[in-house]
């Protein structure tokens, strides 16, 4: 079974500041990693995704993370965050090969400071 | 024109009620779920469908009982409200299991 661990359940971060949200996994098998954002009174909605290919995914809005899978992790990191950033950012995690389900980590709250 | 659209979007009723909750897809996906978000933003899946077939249930209590007409909806029917059951419920849709879901916009669920 997959889990996926993120140690920072909120993380400030001054404007126009750089961030990383970090997201750990584990899995006996190789995995999909997505992140997905979470504005104040809205659903989930993809951010970005590795499925396979090269290890750095970008975002339409100035985010990236990488797939490390040494280390197993898939941080989340943006140079310069905007006040417009702020939301809950959650890291997921499936299994390649299977049809199994995908699972969350417990989110990280992102908090602009103007 | 909304890819997974949920009905209602707030719901408050007293305890004990029966309620019930409608999720729509228009992405052709065979895949469905319902997940349940908690006031600490934790996100924890309840059910998933395929092809209109459960697939999972995550020891859910039986008071919650999910329905799916057809592959397009997945309704879900709670009995017996509690005011624990009082969270954020969102319907997400993915081509597979394992692929990326697409999520709702929810549905706040407060039990009185």
């Known amino acids: 079974a997959q889990s996926v661990t993120q140690l920072d359940s909120q993380v400030p971060v001054f404007e126009e500041a750089p961030v990383e949200l970090r997201c750990n996994y584990s899995?006996?098998?190789?995995?999909?990693l997505f992140w997905y954002v979470q504005y104040p009174n809205q659903g989930l909605q993809l951010l970005l995704k590795?499925?396979?290919?090269?290890?750095l995914v970008e975002s339409i809005n100035g985010f990236e993370a990488e797939f490390n899978k040494s280390q197993t992790s898939f941080h989340l990191r943006k140079p310069s965050v905007h006040i417009s950033d702020t939301a809950e950012y959650f890291c997921?995690?499936?299994?390649?090969?299977?049809?199994?389900?995908?699972?969350f980590g417990k989110g990280t709250r992102l908090h602009i400071l103007p | 024109d909304t890819a997974v659209s949920q009905t209602p979007k707030y719901l408050v009723t007293q305890m004990g009620n029966d309620k019930s909750i409608k999720c729509e897809q228009n992405?052709?996906?065979?895949?469905m779920y319902w997940y349940k978000q908690d006031s600490k933003k934790f996100l924890k899946i309840m059910f998933s469908?395929?092809?209109?077939?459960?697939?999972i249930n995550e020891t859910v209590p039986n008071r919650f009982s999910p329905k799916s007409p057809d592959k397009a909806h997945l309704n879900l029917h709670i009995n017996s409200l509690e005011l624990g059951d009082s969270a954020v419920y969102f319907c997400?849709?993915?081509?597979?299991?394992?692929?990326?879901?697409?999520f709702g916009q929810g549905t706040r669920l407060t039990v009185v």
């Open positions: 590795y499925l396979s290919g090269s290890t």
């Open positions: 992405l052709g996906h065979d895949t």
């Open positions: 899995s006996s098998v190789s995995v999909y």
């Open positions: 469908y395929n092809n209109k077939e459960l697939i």
């Open positions: 997921a995690v499936s299994a390649k090969n299977r049809d199994d389900k995908i699972i």
């Open positions: 997400a849709t993915a081509g597979r299991p394992n692929t990326e879901a697409f």
